[in-house]
């Protein structure tokens, strides 16, 4: 008996085999759930279909993947053509993993009083807002007790140097889920959120992810990183009915390093460092 049978639903967020989403997605479908999946539409002059491609790579293998189809979360036509698809396909479905975010490079790469007013806006509306059109559109489709389920990151609840604009986000992201915890409540429909600890992902790597493995190394009470499969199990979990009862939560996946209050074990080194 797997923890999904009989379950479908929405992945949003698959760019590669290091995506997160895909994480969650490979436990889903292990404990036999069915999914479909979006990806990211391909420029038109993109013959190739690399977008595509890179996600089809993944989905054409897993025998409970279901369907894949273009999706800008910054168009409301193609999240209704996404939601007629899985209605065609599931009737109903049960879960929808949101894993999406963005900035533009030159807004993120810069300390946060210099964000640009367009960069602030696509962040917000692709990082934050995109959670509340897509959970809208598959709240239709949704069975009553179903599950959504978002990721953030430690920047969106204390100041993260070098995360900058994608904070903002999350802290935007993270009241969010709390609200559409409340509105969709009565339908007994749950809404939470994992907070990873860095993972090398394309979007970990924009938001400057290397220099922070060294420190989750150092600081967090694992005296470690956590994996892609640790991701994966948290946010199955989320996603489902073994966490009824649950929602309008972050759960911190990330070693422990959030409930630090102090650098830790770093200290020592220093100690060490300064006072031989
Ligand atoms: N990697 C980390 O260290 C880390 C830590 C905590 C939280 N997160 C969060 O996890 C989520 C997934 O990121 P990831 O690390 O797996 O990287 P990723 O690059 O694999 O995933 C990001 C996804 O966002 C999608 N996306 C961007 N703009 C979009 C748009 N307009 N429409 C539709 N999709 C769009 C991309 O196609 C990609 O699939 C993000 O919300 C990220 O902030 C990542």
Redesign the pocket.
Known sequence: MGLFDGKKGLI?????D?????AIAQYVMAEGGECGF???PDRPDDKRQR?RRRVALLTDKAEKARFLVP?????DAQIGEVMKTAADEFGQIDFLL?????APLEDLKVDTIRTSREGFKLAME??AY?LIAVAGAASEIMNDGGSMV?????GGEKAVPGYNV?GVC?AA?YSIVKYLAFDLGPRQIRVNA???????????R??G?DD?LTLYEQMAPLGRNITHEEVGRAGGFLLSDMSGGITGEILHVDAGYNMMGSPGRMVDQYREQVAP
């Not at 290091?18 to 895909?22: D, G, K, L």
């Not at 999706?71 to 168009?75: E, I, L």
């Open positions: 949003v967020g698959v760019a590669n290091h995506s997160i989403a895909w979006t990806h990211l977008n999706m800008d979360v910054t168009n949101h894993s999406v975010a963005f692709i990082s995109s978002t990721m953030t990151y430690f994608m999350k992201l994992v907070s990873a600890g860095p993972l090398r992902t394309l979007a970990g924009g938001a992810v922070m």
